[in-house]
Each structure stands twice: as C-alpha cells, then as structure tokens.
C-alpha cells in the first residue's frame, strides 16, 4: 500500500458543501463516542460494531463515509480497551471540535479520479495530480489541513508481480538437523553463533532451575533467568530467520521447500533440534518477503527426498547416521542434504511447470469464444513456461 496527495480545488459552493459534512462528521464522531461511553456506563461492555453502524442510517453524511465514522469510534474505543486491559493508562477518545474533524473518509466506493475528481455528493472537483498513479485505488480521504486547504489522499494497491520482476536463479532448500538449511547450490547455512551462545546459556540456566527447591525464592529468581534468557533466544533465532528470508527471496525467483509433514517431526524425535515454531516462522517469513521481492515459494511433498539420488532417480535407503549419499546405481557420491535439497528444487520444478500449463489450458477453456484475445493470452503463458523451463535448465 502506497499513499498519494493531491492538491484540491473545490469551488466555493463545494468548499461550504464540504465543510458541512466535516460537521456532520464531527456531530456523529461526538454522539457515537458519547453513546457507546454511556453504554459501558451502563451495562459494562462496548455497543458492537453492528449495533454503532445502525445508528448512523440516514445522517446526511454519504453513506460509505458515515459508515466508516462508526467504524474508528468502534476502532478507537476497542483499543483503548485492549489497552487498559493491559493494564496500561490511557485517555478515553476524545470529542472532536470541528478543527480537529480534519477528514472525511471514502474506503471503497463513492468516487472517481479522471482529469478531475469526481466525489459523492460534491460532484466532480478539480484536482492537481503532479504524478501519475501507479496500482489500484483502494480508498480516498478528503482533508483539510489547518492552513483551509483540501487535499485528496488515495491509498493504492501497488503491483509487485508487475512493478518488479525478480530474475534471480532458482533454489532448493533442505532444512536440516545438522546445519540450519542447506542449498541446492551447495551453500550450508548453519546456525549463528550467538544463537547456538544464547541456547547454551538457555540450557544451563534450565539446568540450574530445576535445582532449586520448590517454592523457594531462588526458585522464583531461576525461573525469571530463564525466562528472560528464553526471550534472548527467541529474538536471536528470528532475527536470523529474518535475515535469511530476505537474503533467499531477494537473491532468488523461486525457493522451493517441504512441506513439514510427519516424517519430518518424527525425525526430529530421534535428536536434534529443527523446531517446529522456527520452520513456521521461516515459511511465514519466506511467504510474505517473497510477495514483496517478486519471488516464488513452492512448497513440495517431501516424501523420498533423502532416499532419491538427485542425478538418476533411483532411490535407495538413507539411514540417519549416513552423512553422504553414494548412488548404487550411476556413483554419484554427494553431501546426503544437498542431495535432499537438488530432489526439492527438482519437484518444485516440475510442479511449477505442471502449474502453468494447468492455469494455461483453464484460461483457454475460459475464455473460448473471444478467439482474438485468446491467442494473445496463449502465446503470453507459453512463452513464460518457455522462460521458467530454460531457467530450470539453466541450473
Ligand atoms: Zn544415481
């Protein structure tokens, strides 16, 4: 989401229209507030969303603006009760003077921006765009600053698949018991080392606490240690997710990983450390940063991904302990995780292809009838899959 602000110029009828609704807006901010504080009063709990949105039929405000009054009084009031709760000392929202109701608030419908900007119910308003919009409109706020002049404030919806096009290579990635991840490119990616200090210091300070005698103070002192020094760890360990994350989407297009299945738990019994909540943490962050650096995760079914050699596909058994994997059939002779993370890149690879040709031929059964726009939409998909399987090949 991107902000823009532009510069109105409403004529002076327009100007004492929207002042007018800045006082209605004000009015219904005042009477909403004072009624849902008279209800806690009352009756010990906030008025609902619902129950604020139905007072405010028919207020002479455009509807979607009054609605969405009802909707910060409801916002405001709910957190500054959260906050309380939290046990944190805060002022109950205020009552608004018309030279604090700066803004009236349009989160969907109700307006139009071409060569002007055509608003609900002031009609069409000139505007100053000093550049031009990038994504979708999503809202708009009309403004008035203290200085008397109005501004429009749209809020946008930028494209990042289209805006930015990530031409990084593609990687496999196995997360593993011994090191952190491994690449499909070789790479091992252990973990930091203050990290594996803090989980150290962790494990001690556990040690010590369940020395103390219940009930004790010393007691009561250990397990605040542990709590703080738990925290250190917790902070450590996804600051390097973080960084990791980013690093991966950033320098690669698509990053290709397993699913967590059971297997993968049930190896986590028999010693190390992957946990659970990390590999969440890490897909989340992955997901989301991956959105932003226009980059692809693919998640794949991790069955057989040990016991496969990546260069035959044969497969053979990988006990734990067997640190390399030695092919019976072509002798190929490899680190056992990137083996592991070269099978993962391998699927993604072949699910992304599969994907893209699923998606092609539903568009061509969607679409059938409009044959112009057809074929141009054909050729556009065949030539990424074209792209996507010679980068693939390229690795
Ligand atoms: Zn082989």
């Not at 190929?332 to 998606?359: G, H, M, P, W, Y």
């Amino acid at each position: 989401m991107r902000a823009y602000k532009f510069r109105l110029y409403p004529s002076k009828q327009q100007e004492v229209e929207m002042l007018k609704h800045l006082w209605l807006a004000k009015s219904l901010w005042n009477e909403l507030l004072g009624h849902s504080k008279k209800f806690y009063d009352d009756f010990g709990f906030f008025p609902s969303k619902d129950a604020l949105q139905l007072m405010v039929k028919d207020y002479g405000l455009y509807s979607q603006a009054q609605q969405e009054v009802a909707h910060r009084v409801y916002n405001s009031v709910v957190r500054i009760f959260r906050l309380r709760k939290k046990g944190l000392k805060c002022g109950f929202p205020r009552f608004k003077s018309l030279d604090r109701m700066k803004s009236l608030y349009y989160p969907q419908f109700g307006f139009r921006l071409e060569s002007e900007l055509e608003v609900t119910p002031f009609g069409r308003i000139s505007i100053r765009k000093h550049r031009e919009i990038e994504g979708r409109i999503k809202t708009l706020v009309l403004k008035r600053e203290s200085s008397g002049k109005w501004f429009a404030i749209f809020t946008v919806e930028e494209n990042y698949r289209n805006s930015r096009k990530n031409v990084g290579g593609v990687v496999g990635v196995d997360l593993g018991l011994k090191a952190f991840a491994v690449l499909s490119n070789g790479v091992e990616v252990s973990n930091p080392r203050h990290l594996k200090k803090r989980e150290e210091e962790l494990a001690l300070v556990q040690r010590r606490l369940s020395r103390r005698k219940k009930g004790s103070k010393n007691r009561r002192k250990a397990k605040l240690r542990v709590a703080r020094v738990h925290e250190k760890v917790s902070n450590a360990r996804s600051d390097f997710l973080h960084k990791l994350s980013k690093q991966l989407v950033c320098v690669y297009s698509v990053v290709a990983l397993e699913k967590l299945s059971s297997k993968r738990m049930s190896e986590q019994n028999f010693g190390k450390q992957i946990n659970d909540a990390g590999w969440n943490a890490f897909a989340n962050m992955l997901c989301y940063k991956a959105e932003e650096a226009g980059s692809k995760v693919v998640f794949v079914n991790p069955e057989n991904t040990t016991k496969t050699c990546s260069n035959c596909n044969s497969i053979q058994s990988m006990p734990l302990q067997e640190r390399t994997y030695k092919c019976r059939a072509c002798g190929l002779t490899i680190n056992r995780d990137v083996n592991a993370a070269r099978n993962i890149l391998a699927k993604a690879a072949s699910q992304l292809v599969c994907s893209e040709f699923e998606q092609n031929t539903v568009r061509i059964k969607a679409t059938a009838g409009t044959a112009e726009s057809n074929a141009s939409r054909e050729e556009t998909t065949v030539s990424s899959m074209k792209e996507d399987a010679t980068r693939f090949i390229g690795w």
